[in-house]
């Protein structure tokens, strides 16, 4: 089992990471996606998103963009692997879409949202700086969400629980690798696809799903954290790492998976009265511009997801 972080450790290694002191003051530009000017946006009381992968093709930038511009929250947790800083080491790859999402995050901040960043694996660099805040985003190693009705939740990225970063690191960086190569194919797919007026598909999902040896996998790790969260006296975990979406009870526990912004592109989201949603944002997306052609409006029927009490 492992062992789960420190919820408040400190940052005893601020100081090898000189690159990221200037955090507070990004960006330097105006985004090249400007926010759209008034607009209503769905509230929502917190909302958790992961895996975006920020410095990868494989990221789908523009989705997540959208979903930020017709979304808000009191709380907003990143749930890790922000920035994909694995990839960011062998190749510097950084577009204005990218920019344009970090932006968005600290406007929320200054807005008032409060931002918790809980690092994963794949920027894990930040982890050092647990217990500090750059430009009103919280770094933390770990966090507790009490939802309105007054549920416990820990939440973590949850690489912790990942048998091969745990036992063969080198093993996790070939799987890497093999999956953006992955990832670049789905990306000439998708544009195929846009060609011939089709919405998003993503390649690399549907292949893991039927994929008995993943889903195993899949289905192992989601015991293996709710368990953790059960030893630790919480009602639920929320956490991200494997891209995949779910909500599910393990004996009263509940887990939440908030998925990713490469494949699926899902956000978790707690209402008002503390019920929890997996918002599929593919699916939104299609859904708002088939009302637009039925109505002629610029109105959007808000599609139902999937909802756990």
């Given at each position: 089992m492992a062992v789960l972080p420190d919820i408040e450790s400190s940052a005893d290694s601020a100081v090898h990471y000189n690159a990221l002191g200037n955090i507070a003051d990004f960006p330097v530009k105006p985004p090249a996606i400007p926010e759209p000017d008034g607009g209503e946006r769905q509230k929502y009381r917190t909302i958790w998103i992961s895996d975006i992968h920020l410095g990868t093709k494989g990221c789908?930038?523009?989705?997540?963009?959208?979903?930020?511009?017709?979304?808000?929250?009191?709380?907003?947790?990143?749930?890790?692997?922000?920035?994909?800083?694995?990839?960011?080491?062998?190749?510097?790859?950084w577009p204005a879409e990218h920019n344009d999402i970090v932006w968005r995050v600290l406007?929320?901040?200054?807005?008032?949202?409060?931002?918790?960043?809980?690092?994963?694996?794949?920027?894990?660099?930040?982890?050092?700086?647990?217990?500090?805040?750059?430009?009103?985003v919280e770094?933390?190693?770990?966090?507790?969400?009490?939802?309105?009705?007054?549920?416990?939740?820990?939440?973590?990225?949850?690489?912790?629980?990942?048998?091969?970063?745990?036992?063969?690191?080198?093993l996790s960086f070939v799987g890497d690798a093999l999956y953006?190569?992955?990832?670049?194919?789905?990306?000439?797919?998708?544009r195929a696809r846009r060609a011939f007026g089709l919405p998003y598909w993503s390649l690399s999902k549907t292949a893991k799903h039927r994929v008995k040896n993943a889903v195993e996998f899949i289905s192992r790790y989601e015991e293996v954290v709710a368990r953790a969260a059960k030893e630790r006296g919480v009602d639920g975990v929320v956490c991200g790492h494997i891209h995949t979406a779910e909500i599910r009870d393990f004996e009263g526990v509940q887990y939440y998976n908030d998925g990713d912004w490469v494949e699926g592109c899902n956000a978790l989201v707690e209402h008002f009265d503390g019920r929890m949603e997996l918002l599929h944002w593919p699916e939104e997306i299609a859904n708002r511009a088939g009302a637009k052609h039925a109505t002629g409006t610029e109105g959007v029927e808000r599609s139902t997801g999937k909802v756990a009490a």
């Amino acid at each position: 089992m492992a062992v789960l972080p420190d919820i408040e450790s400190s940052a005893d290694s601020a100081v090898h990471y000189n690159a990221l002191g200037n955090i507070a003051d990004f960006p330097v530009k105006p985004p090249a996606i400007p926010e759209p000017d008034g607009g209503e946006r769905q509230k929502y009381r917190t909302i958790w998103i992961s895996d975006i992968h920020l410095g990868t093709k494989g990221c789908n930038a523009e989705l997540l963009i959208d979903f930020l511009d017709h979304t808000d929250s009191e709380t907003m947790y990143l749930v890790g692997d922000i920035i994909d800083g694995w990839r960011l080491k062998k190749k510097f790859y950084w577009p204005a879409e990218h920019n344009d999402i970090v932006w968005r995050v600290l406007k929320r901040a200054k807005r008032g949202t409060r931002i918790v960043y809980i690092p994963g694996n794949h920027d894990e660099m930040i982890r050092p700086f647990s217990g500090m805040s750059f430009g009103g985003v919280e770094i933390k190693r770990a966090a507790f969400h009490t939802t309105a009705d007054g549920r416990e939740l820990m939440v973590i990225h949850g690489d912790e629980f990942d048998t091969i970063m745990l036992a063969h690191r080198w093993l996790s960086f070939v799987g890497d690798a093999l999956y953006h190569l992955a990832m670049g194919l789905n990306i000439w797919v998708n544009r195929a696809r846009r060609a011939f007026g089709l919405p998003y598909w993503s390649l690399s999902k549907t292949a893991k799903h039927r994929v008995k040896n993943a889903v195993e996998f899949i289905s192992r790790y989601e015991e293996v954290v709710a368990r953790a969260a059960k030893e630790r006296g919480v009602d639920g975990v929320v956490c991200g790492h494997i891209h995949t979406a779910e909500i599910r009870d393990f004996e009263g526990v509940q887990y939440y998976n908030d998925g990713d912004w490469v494949e699926g592109c899902n956000a978790l989201v707690e209402h008002f009265d503390g019920r929890m949603e997996l918002l599929h944002w593919p699916e939104e997306i299609a859904n708002r511009a088939g009302a637009k052609h039925a109505t002629g409006t610029e109105g959007v029927e808000r599609s139902t997801g999937k909802v756990a009490a």
